[in-house]
Structure formats: C-alpha cells, structure tokens
C-alpha cells in the first residue's frame, strides 16, 4: 500500500549439510558464478562468534504501471556485512518509497540509516536505542534535504544480524518473517507487523493526533464515513482505511509509520521504528526481508513455503518475484515495485542456542497472522505453497506465464535448478 499520490493506489495513479540446512554441494551453481536469471553472484558471510554462516541473494524488480510505463522503481535495498569492521555484524534492508520523490527518499534512507549504525558507538551496547536513533536521525536529515518529503517518502523493513541474533527494525507495511523448522513443517514467524489503520492501537494513535481514518469510497461519500470498522485486512485490503487530514482530501496514507512524509507527520505519521529482537536456533533456517508488493496476495506462510522449495536463494527470490507479478496483474491491471532478499542460516549448531523447540522470538510488539496467512499452522518444504486470495497455478515445472509484453524485465526461477530444502 502506500499513499494515495504514490504508488499504490491506483485510483489516484502517481505522476511519476548433514545439517539440513547446509546444502552448498547440492548447488546447481558456484559462488563464483552469475545466476542465469538475476545475474547475481550467490554471496556468503560468515559469523565466525557463533561458527555459522549466512548465504543470501536480493531481487528487485520495478512494477508495470499503464499509465507511466517509464516510471522508476521507488524500491531500494541496503546490505552491508561488517558494520564497523566487526566480522559479526550484518545489516539487511529493504526501502519501499512513495510519492512523487519516493525513489530519491528510499534512496536516502537506505544510505543514511547503516551509515549512522555505522558510527555508533553504543550499537552493541543497546540496539534497540541504536536503531531508533538512526531511524529519528535520518528522518529529520530527509526533511532537511534538498528532497521534497512533503507528500513523499518510505517505509522501511531491516534486519540486523548481531552474532546469533536478530534485531528487526520494521517503519511501516513492509515485512520480514523467518522460517522455523517444526518437527516436519516449516512454520513461518513473522519479524514485524504491518503498521496500518487495520490495528487498532495505531488507529488510536493516529486519531488523537488528529487523522480521519477513512477508506476511500467513505472520502467520495460512496460509504458512511461515521462507519469505524474495515474488517480484516485480508478482506478489504482493496479498499483500506487511509489517513486524511480534516479539512482536505490528503495526504491518503495507507500506513501509519514511514521516513519522510512532512505532511502525514502533523496527524501522527511517525518514523519510530518497532523494534523485535530473535535469537537464532539450529531450528531457524532462514529469514526474509521484502517490500509490500510481495505480501499483498502472498501471505507469509506461502513466501516461506516457496522459498523452501529452493536450495539456492537466487532461485527463491526469482520465484517469489516471478508469482508476485503474475498475482497483481491478476487482480489489477498494474503491479507494485517487488523487492526480495531472502538470507539462510547455514550450520548454525546447538552450541549457539537453545533446542527446546522454541522459536527464540521475543518480539514487541506481539506478532500476528499477515495478509492471507493460511490456517494451516505449517507445511513441507515440499508442499505446494497456498494462498488464501488466489488459486496458484501449479508449481511443478516453475513456469510463470505472465505477459511478456507486460515487463521485460520479469524473472521466472530456473525449472532445472529447484531443490527442496529438507527437514
């Protein structure tokens, strides 16, 4: 989702080994060599604090806009292994931008933020007030900057890998969500939660700083506006309740957190980050961090499904990506911008964590069911990948077809290379 002027609405279209885990002699390709279809290398770190290490890749792709065919990808991403030199410290990010500057805003925040991680020395010592600072700090830089955040801006979902453990820093509707090994399932964990209208404590919050929180329809008088109640966000995800100031049809945010956004800010729009901390078991296999336009008709537990139906995350993320795409032009006539990356945790072993079956979340706020998260508590990393809003096409032969005309840029994995991660 997003704002109204941005990219997201498109009534309003914008201007503009033996451990299972560790399975690299399966590799259909060497880390030397560029993948067929995102012509990336496949990139490894190590964490030596805890003797793992962390594989990972990152997709990105711009969206198909009718209207402005032209128009740039407003995602950004930031990876940066050893932050202040230190071997153990690794960032990960993803920048969803909006409006009008939102590719200049995701830009700045994706640089701004790591650096001034980078630079602070209190980043061990509290990494929950080091990220809130570094997210206030940039915030207040972007209003500052020649950039006109007035009605532009970004959402941004981070991931911060300290030794064995995780700090999630989540700014608005972007995710991250970790894949747990249970029993024979893998169960998807989300890292964050969607800050939206749709929860209620920021609904009240946003309200006493003076928002309306109105849908659309409710704005064109289309639907009583004294009517408080959207449902789920599964269900009226195609209409959801935006913010407004009171006398004007503006700003029209769909999120309720977010770096930039001058305007939004005067009726409660905030760049604090919601903090979770995770501390990694040989049970985590791997995490994911993406912008909205890969949850809005895949829910949590379907992304993880098909990422675990890949050994090499070159090949998840071009998956993921490939039947994003398909689901939006199925259900609209665009698509969002898509960014993925997708990093697993290889030989992580008992000495690092706790083996009581637990997931080692420890999270604030509480973690919840996404967009369309199944019922279903798990599934194989076999089993074909479910969505509540669409029947997927059949995954056998990993073929996607999708328009060509559509974007030439899409990804589709590679059929020969998928190999099921084992449990």
Not at 57 to 80: A, F
Not at 354 to 366: F, H, K, Y
């Amino acid at each position: 989702m997003g704002c109204v002027h941005g990219k997201c609405c498109s009534r309003y279209p914008s201007s503009s080994n033996d451990d299972p885990r560790d399975f690299a002699e399966a590799d259909p390709y060497s880390v030397q060599r560029k993948h067929l279809l995102t012509e990336r290398s496949l990139e490894s770190v190590p964490v030596p604090s805890h003797n793992f290490h962390l594989e990972y890749s990152v997709l990105t792709q711009r969206g198909y806009y009718p209207d402005s065919l032209d128009k740039e990808n407003q995602d950004s991403y930031c990876i940066k292994t050893k932050l202040q030199g230190d071997p153990n410290i690794h960032f990960f990010g993803v920048f969803d931008g909006h409006g009008q500057f939102g590719a200049q805003c995701s830009n700045f925040v994706k640089d701004r933020v790591v650096e001034i991680l980078s630079d602070d020395p209190t980043l061990l010592d509290d990494p929950e007030k080091a990220y809130n600072s570094a997210f206030l700090t940039t915030n207040c830089e972007l209003h500052n900057s020649s950039i006109d955040d007035s009605m532009s801006g970004t959402t941004a979902i981070t991931v911060l890998v300290i030794g064995d453990t995780l700090y999630v820093a989540n700014v608005g509707d972007s995710r991250a969500v970790i894949a747990v090994k249970d029993g024979n399932r893998i169960v998807a964990q989300e890292l964050s939660t969607d800050q939206t209208p749709f929860r209620k404590d920021e609904y009240e919050r946003v309200k006493l700083c003076g928002a309306r929180v109105l849908s659309v329809d409710q704005v064109e008088g289309l639907k009583d506006p004294d009517i408080q109640n959207w449902g789920d966000e599964e269900i009226d995800g195609g209409d959801p309740p935006r913010l407004w100031v009171q006398n004007g049809m503006y700003p029209g945010t769909a999120f309720t957190r977010s770096v930039g956004d001058s305007t939004a800010e005067r009726i409660g729009v905030v760049a604090d980050p919601e903090v979770s901390k995770v501390q990694l078991t040989p049970d985590h296999l791997f995490f994911v961090v993406a912008s909205d336009g890969v949850f809005e008709f895949l829910s949590s537990q379907a992304v993880v499904n098909m990422a675990a139906r890949y050994t090499d995350p070159r090949d998840a993320c071009a998956a993921i990506a490939g039947e994003s795409y398909k689901l939006w032009l199925e259900h609209e006539s665009r698509t969002d911008d898509i960014t993925i990356i997708i990093v697993h945790i290889r030989g992580l072993n008992s000495a690092a964590g706790s083996t009581d079956g637990s997931s080692g979340i420890n999270s604030r706020p509480a973690l919840r069911k996404g967009k369309g998260t199944s019922e279903i508590p798990g599934a194989t990393g076999s089993e074909v990948h479910r969505s509540v809003r669409s029947d997927l096409s059949d995954l056998q032969s990993c073929q996607y077809h999708v328009s060509m005309n559509r974007s030439p840029a899409i990804v589709v994995p590679s059929p020969t290379c998928r190999r099921p991660l084992e449990v």
